[in-house]
């Protein structure tokens, strides 16, 4: 098992640039796909990134590709996410997931572990 704890959200203008941050504890950090999901006000939970176990291959979704990038450390049990110009449609609690599974998923069904979500405001 591992928890997760998102960290480095807040309220920006559009066009500045945020970095989320998930620390991991538990488990070997190493063992487990991390991806980062969105969820507006309203709207259903969305994919948003997802690296896997050792950090070689990322995919995104297309709405952020090009300006949001995903890295993970798993000498430090962190994944992040690189927020670069932000708009305000990028407006949502961000949250930080993990799964077991060794391909890359965009369900938020396949990741077994969440953290408790981190609120992230673009302003126009």
């Known amino acids: 098992q591992v928890q997760l704890i998102e960290s480095g959200g807040g309220l920006v203008q559009a066009g500045d640039s945020l970095r989320l941050s998930c620390a991991a504890s538990g488990r070997s950090f190493s063992n487990y796909m991390m991806a980062w999901f969105r969820q507006a006000s309203g709207k259903e939970r969305e994919f948003v990134a997802v690296?896997?176990?050792?950090?070689?291959?990322?995919r995104y979704a297309d709405s952020v590709k090009g300006r949001f990038t995903i890295s993970r450390d798993n000498g430090k049990s962190t994944v992040n996410l690189q927020m670069n110009s932000l708009k305000p449609e990028d407006t949502a609690v961000y949250y930080c997931?993990?799964?077991?599974?060794?391909?890359?998923?965009?369900?938020?069904?396949?990741?077994?572990?969440w953290g408790q979500g981190i609120s992230v405001t673009v302003s126009s």
């Open positions: 997931a993990a799964s077991v599974q060794s391909i890359m998923i965009v369900t938020a069904t396949q990741y077994s572990y």
């Open positions: 690296i896997t176990r050792s950090g070689d291959f990322t």
